[in-house]
């Protein structure tokens, strides 16, 4: 019985929020509408591209149910209420106190669930962007120094695309918010592992902030990556 409480008392000792802190009411606002994704797979279909993009390392996510119940609020704001700091772990991993258990969530889980490739960035973010003569963006957007994620929905679900596999390139710009598919040759050899992953653990613990002493009970925190 000692060791027990004790084990408890060590594990207490390590969470990121007290337990005397977990009753607050909390909102969470994913910055990515998965509704999109039946509109993406339903005009890549008509245009003949949805095979061509499952070839793609974001390919998976077409078969994915785009369902209200595929977030799950309640398991995402129970887990980061679990969240521990363990003293050996690294920079770019996250641990959680699940029941008795300590629980890794590092860049080793994320590939196996998501299948997204590793390595090193340096070699793609030397160079600033530029806009290929012939390309996707002077071909739908012209010389407009800057070009929203709105838009491009907006062009996309038009429809009248000018080349083949502009569909498929536009569907990877909604996806992944990157404009890489200027290059696809780039965008393969690109770790999207890595990228995606570096955001998913920087936002998690930024994102998630009980209320302090004089704050609403109520709270609202945001959360952005592959979440």
């Excluded at 339903?42 to 977030?71: I, W, Y």
């Excluded at 957007?141 to 679900?157: A, H, M, P, S, Y």
């Amino acid at each position: 019985m000692a060791n027990t409480r004790t084990e408890q008392e060590n594990m207490e000792s390590l969470r990121s929020v007290s337990k005397y802190r977990w009753g607050f009411n909390a909102g969470i606002n994913i910055h990515y509408k998965w509704s999109h994704l039946h509109m993406i797979r339903e005009m890549l279909c008509q245009v003949n591209e949805l095979e061509n993009f499952k070839r793609t390392c974001f390919g998976h996510v077409m078969d994915v149910k785009a369902d209200k119940s595929l977030f799950c609020f309640s398991f995402m704001h129970y887990l980061m209420l679990r969240r521990i700091n363990k003293p050996d772990a690294t920079e770019v991993e996250l641990w959680f106190a699940i029941g008795k258990t300590k629980a890794r969530f590092s860049k080793r889980e994320f590939c196996l669930v998501t299948g997204l490739k590793f390595g090193p960035l340096s070699t793609f973010i030397v160079n600033p962007f530029e806009a290929l003569p012939r390309g996707i963006r002077l071909r739908y957007w012209g010389l407009r120094k800057e070009v929203k994620i709105q838009q491009v929905l907006d062009t996309f679900k038009e429809g009248q695309f000018q080349q083949e596999g502009d569909g498929s390139k536009m569907a990877l710009i909604l996806i992944a918010t990157n404009s890489l598919v200027e290059n696809m040759d780039e965008w393969y050899a690109f770790p999207w592992g890595t990228y995606v992953w570096s955001l998913t653990v920087d936002y998690l613990p930024r994102g998630f902030e009980p209320p302090t002493a004089g704050e609403a009970d109520k709270k609202h925190y945001h959360f952005y990556g592959f979440i």
